[in-house]
């Protein structure tokens, strides 16, 4: 009788510690299928991470290829020999103007003066810089007399010509394609940019469409 009370109480001992152990087993599988899944979320949120970081970056390259820093703003006033005189322009040399094109920052709605006014034929261009710079395409504007011998105006679109001017840096002498033309009158401007820049004098060019009357 002894040595069977002695054998159930060996089994229920045994079996106690087969429990305890298949727990303990459990909650180490529990816990290490918890750390993977966190693993995972952790994984997915770097990932996540790293595509709003390559989005970023695309975004900003974006605005670096729109980005007019290279640009001349300011110039001279001097025009070719062969630029018209518009005889009743609708905005007067002295006389001032809304501008409405964005070419650079600050310029879109910013007040200017009225350098000159001429008749002539305006081009939006696409051409590769001649001092290495990434390909630059509808550049706005240039006019027929900053062609090298263009011939008669207007050009037909596609039509490759040489630039005869430096707004741009790498511009001058540049290979370019026509991309659009338009027979109007085209202003030199001065003005003091919107977003407190520094002044610029005789910008080249602002076209009719591009101005609007001072209220």
């Given at each position: 009788?002894?040595?069977?009370?002695l054998?159930?109480?060996t089994?229920?001992i045994?079996?106690?510690?087969?429990l305890?152990?298949?727990?303990?087993g459990?909650?180490d599988?529990?816990?290490d299928?918890?750390?993977?899944t966190?693993?995972?979320?952790?994984?997915e949120?770097?990932?996540?991470?790293?595509?709003?970081?390559?989005?970023?970056e695309?975004?900003?390259?974006?605005?670096?290829?729109?980005?007019h820093?290279g640009?001349?703003?300011?110039s001279?006033?001097?025009?070719?020999?062969t630029?018209?005189?518009?005889?009743d322009p609708?905005?007067?040399?002295?006389?001032?103007?809304?501008i409405?094109?964005d070419?650079m920052?600050?310029m879109?709605?910013?007040?200017s003066t009225?350098?000159?006014?001429?008749?002539?034929?305006?081009y939006?261009?696409?051409?590769?810089?001649?001092n290495?710079?990434?390909?630059?395409?509808?550049?706005?504007?240039?006019i027929?007399?900053?062609?090298?011998?263009?011939?008669?105006?207007?050009?037909?679109p596609?039509t490759?010509?040489t630039?005869?001017?430096?707004h741009?840096?790498?511009?001058?002498?540049a290979?370019?394609?026509?991309?659009?033309?338009?027979?109007?009158?085209?202003?030199m401007?001065s003005?003091?940019?919107?977003?407190?820049?520094e002044?610029?004098?005789?910008?080249?060019?602002a076209?009719?469409?591009?101005?609007s009357?001072?209220?």
């Amino acid at each position: 009788m002894k040595n069977k009370k002695l054998l159930i109480g060996t089994v229920l001992i045994i079996s106690a510690i087969l429990l305890a152990a298949c727990g303990g087993g459990n909650e180490d599988t529990s816990q290490d299928q918890n750390e993977e899944t966190n693993q995972e979320e952790n994984q997915e949120n770097a990932n996540m991470e790293s595509d709003s970081d390559e989005n970023t970056e695309s975004e900003s390259g974006s605005d670096e290829n729109m980005d007019h820093s290279g640009m001349n703003h300011s110039s001279s006033g001097e025009v070719p020999d062969t630029l018209e005189t518009a005889a009743d322009p609708s905005y007067e040399v002295g006389s001032q103007a809304i501008i409405e094109s964005d070419h650079m920052e600050g310029m879109q709605g910013a007040e200017s003066t009225i350098d000159g006014a001429y008749n002539t034929t305006v081009y939006t261009v696409s051409y590769t810089p001649t001092n290495g710079g990434d390909p630059v395409e509808d550049h706005k504007w240039v006019i027929h007399e900053e062609l090298e011998n263009p011939g008669e105006a207007p050009l037909e679109p596609g039509t490759e010509v040489t630039i005869d001017a430096s707004h741009m840096e790498g511009m001058d002498g540049a290979t370019a394609e026509i991309d659009s033309a338009e027979e109007t009158t085209v202003y030199m401007v001065s003005f003091t940019p919107t977003n407190d820049g520094e002044e610029v004098s005789n910008h080249k060019w602002a076209t009719e469409s591009e101005l609007s009357p001072v209220e």
